[in-house]
């Protein structure tokens, strides 16, 4: 596994790391989720990635159990706040009151003193841009978390949060970024560069859909997260016709490179020194071997192009879940 330091911060996370969000939350077996994480950890991956909201704190329980059998600084630990985190409508957001209470929640899930990088999981335009920064400051302050980031933040929410907080405050960007899903190259990956902002990016094999197991007109195989009900939620966001067939073509490229589907994808999004890590997710330990084993892997020229031509334009027209909320910014 190898190491790359995330943006202006003196983490170093592995190329490849672990999200828990629709696993780990209750989507496959506590034994199965224990297995994967110890996993990770076999395979060199120090970089785990959660939020408060994914099954509204049953991901971070799930993990504060298994990561703190583990010495503190084996592993970089990163979670978000802003979901919805009860029936209550104001249970949300990032307002200063939620942030300060969130932290502690998640670090009691979490069975630790701090998390290594605390990150808004969206933008907030219902509170004032300066008003979130200073909360998010204070728990830097506190000692609660190391460092700060933001996930699927548009350029301008970027620039509005650099203005308030000054060009070190935040280390991390967190966008959806995959072959199927290029958006972020455009304006975010440049912006965050010229700011010592690294990005961590999240369903690199765009839910599985990458790794080829989903054919084209064939019915969905048991056991995959799109046979689901309840991890196959964000369905719509990468599968269609249109990207099955793409990967369809992209397997031939992968096969003549000597690489599987998976290594293909990962190595792939790797391409990019903006990247600090792929935060994959997996089901079973296996998974986690099989992506892990993409760090390193160099592509050629050839097989980029090859990958363009077989992509054709099937990363414009895909959606992304949850799109970033282009509402105004809020000022004091
Ligand atoms: N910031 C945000 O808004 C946001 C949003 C979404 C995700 N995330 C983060 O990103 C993480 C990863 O997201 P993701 O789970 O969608 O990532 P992903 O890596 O694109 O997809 C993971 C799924 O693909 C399948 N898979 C993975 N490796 C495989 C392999 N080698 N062979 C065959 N199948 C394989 C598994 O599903 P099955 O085995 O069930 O088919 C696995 O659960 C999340 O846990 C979270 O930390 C963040």
Known sequence: MRYRTLGSSDLEVSEISLGSWLTYSGGIEADQTRACTEAAFDAGINFFDTANVYGRGAAETAWGEILSAHPRDSYILAT????????????????????ARQ?????????????????????????????????????????????LGFSE???????????VAGPELFVSSQPQYSMLWQAPEAEVFGLCEANGIGQIVWSPLAQGVLTGKYRPGEPVPEGSRFASETMGVAREVVYSDAALEAVQRLAPIADGAGLTLPTLALAWVLRRGEVASAITGASRPEQVHANAAASGVELSDDVLAACDAALGDVPVTGQTLAPMAESGIKRR
């Open 153 to 163: 933040w548009t350029p301008d929410q970027i620039r509005a949060g650099i203005e």
């Open 80 to 99: 978000k706040v802003w979901g919805q985190m009860s029936d209550d409508p104001a249970d949300k957001g990032l307002a200063p009151v939620q942030i």
């Open 103 to 147: 932290i502690d929640a998640s670090l009691a899930r979490l069975k630790t003193d701090h998390v290594d990088l605390y990150q808004a999981h969206r933008f907030d335009p219902d509170v004032p841009i300066e008003d979130t920064v200073e909360a998010l400051q204070k728990v830097v302050e506190q000692g609660k978390a190391r460092y």
